[in-house]
């Protein structure tokens, strides 16, 4: 005798009767996000381009996001802001940067100089999508920030992005002066695949003999472009950045042949001995947080100084916006701290780190 058809079960073991109920009658999956954090996350991701989608052309991706709304929210204030650019690798075309300078009388004496690189997964963004975020780490830790328009992918594929931002670390040590900076208090910082240059960058400066790096910051960094750990499956969709932008993301910079084994790809891969102390940043509703946390466990086991600041219900962005998220303040102010802690003499009002949410 059959099964009646509500007693049938699916190929996945269901009952067949569940999988005639309506959206309304399943249970909504669960949302790990902070409820403070839902909204924005939404909001950006509807105007964010569908990559690897409906868009697989960078320059598409780029207009897109050219047309989306400005941000109703004032930036943040500093000294100074100067755009120039700077010399390239050898070959290469000149870089432009942004130069941001605290108000002398809110950060006397000496500062940190801060190389930023920006994220966008070596394809989109760029000086002005970061904006905010650079003038908030000048104005937070006092410090002199440059930030690098390096060449974005497919047009200019790894290795060209290093390249430029190791020039431009180079290029900002060897006026440390003329910056205002404290000569030992270089700092490299980025966010996701900035983060993921910072850390090169880091590699590269202690292989070629400099410069000096004082700290790496690292906010949610892509740090294995294998792209096969739990939180990429886990956090794949529903967290404005999914599994699918970062599949777009690394195959324009890499194109169909490239080695995502290389260490100046994924760093998490690398020999880490010897490297600058760092702080690093992650979200835990994240496709990128297992590596960010893996890297952060490399980099202490391999002998450097490590503190970390994780917001488990955060997502992938959330970094700048620290007006609007409690979380994205703290983050930032962590950073902050971090970044001030390499001059000497400089009061630090607490150590970042170790945070759960």
Same mark, same amino acid.
């Given at each position: 005798m059959s099964p009646a058809p509500e007693d049938r079960l699916t190929s996945e073991g269901r009952p067949a009767s569940e999988d005639r109920r309506t959206s309304e009658d399943r249970p909504a999956p669960e949302d790990r996000l902070a409820p403070d954090a839902r909204a924005l996350a939404d909001a950006m991701a509807a105007f964010f381009p569908d990559l690897g989608g409906a868009v697989t052309d960078a320059a598409e991706a780029r207009r897109i996001l050219a047309a989306a709304p400005a941000s109703p929210l004032p930036p943040p204030v500093v000294g100074s802001v100067e755009d120039r650019d700077i010399p390239g690798p050898d070959g290469a075309p000149r870089i432009p940067v942004r130069i941001y300078r605290p108000d002398p009388d809110d950060a006397p004496g000496p500062r940190p100089t801060v190389v930023f690189l920006h994220g966008?997964?070596?394809?989109?963004?760029?000086?002005?999508?970061?904006?905010?975020?650079?003038?908030?780490?000048?104005?937070?830790?006092?410090?002199?920030?440059?930030?690098?328009?390096?060449?974005?992918?497919?047009?200019?594929?790894?290795?060209?992005?290093?390249?430029?931002?190791?020039?431009?670390?180079?290029?900002?040590?060897?006026?440390?002066?003329?910056?205002?900076?404290?000569?030992?208090?270089?700092?490299?910082?980025?966010?996701?695949?900035?983060?993921?240059?910072?850390?090169?960058?880091?590699?590269l400066a202690r292989d070629r003999g400099g410069p000096h790096i004082a700290l790496q910051a690292l906010v949610y960094p892509a740090?294995?472009?294998?792209?096969?750990?739990?939180?990429?499956?886990?956090?794949?969709?529903?967290?404005?950045?999914?599994?699918?932008?970062?599949?777009?993301?690394? *195959?324009?910079?890499?194109?169909?042949?490239?080695?995502?084994?290389?260490?100046?790809?994924?760093?998490?891969?690398?020999?880490?001995?010897?490297?600058?102390?760092?702080?690093?940043?992650?979200?835990?509703?994240?496709?990128?947080?297992? *590596?960010?946390?893996?890297?952060?466990?490399?980099?202490? *086991?391999?002998?450097?100084?490590?503190?970390?600041?994780?917001?488990?219900?955060?997502?992938?962005?959330?970094?700048?916006?620290?007006?609007?998220?409690?979380?994205?303040?703290?983050?930032?102010?962590?950073?902050?701290?971090?970044?001030?802690?390499?001059?000497?003499?400089?009061?630090?009002?607490g150590e970042p780190g170790g945070r759960a949410g």
């Open positions: 966008g997964g070596w394809a989109i963004c760029g000086l002005d999508s970061h904006d905010s975020t650079a003038r908030g780490l000048c104005r937070e830790a006092g410090a002199v920030v440059v930030s690098v328009d390096y060449r974005l992918a497919p047009e200019s594929p790894f290795p060209a992005a290093v390249d430029d931002a190791y020039a431009a670390l180079c290029w900002a040590a060897d006026h440390h002066a003329a910056l205002g900076g404290d000569a030992g208090a270089l700092v490299v910082a980025g966010d996701s695949a900035g983060g993921n240059l910072a850390a090169v960058i880091c590699l740090t294995d472009a294998h792209q096969s750990t739990e939180s990429f499956a886990r956090n794949a969709d529903r967290y404005f950045l999914t599994a699918a932008h970062c599949r777009w993301f690394v *195959e324009q910079y890499l194109g169909p042949d490239g080695d995502r084994s290389h260490p100046h790809v994924s760093p998490l891969l690398a020999d880490l001995a010897s490297l600058p102390p760092a702080h690093i940043v992650t979200a835990g509703c994240d496709p990128l947080c297992d *590596e960010g946390l893996a890297y952060a466990a490399a980099l202490r *086991e391999a002998g450097s100084e490590v503190t970390e600041s994780h917001f488990p219900g955060m997502f992938h962005g959330f970094f700048g916006f620290p007006e609007l998220l409690d979380d994205a303040r703290t983050a930032v102010a962590d950073v902050a701290k971090a970044i001030v802690s390499t001059v000497s003499g400089r009061k630090n009002d």
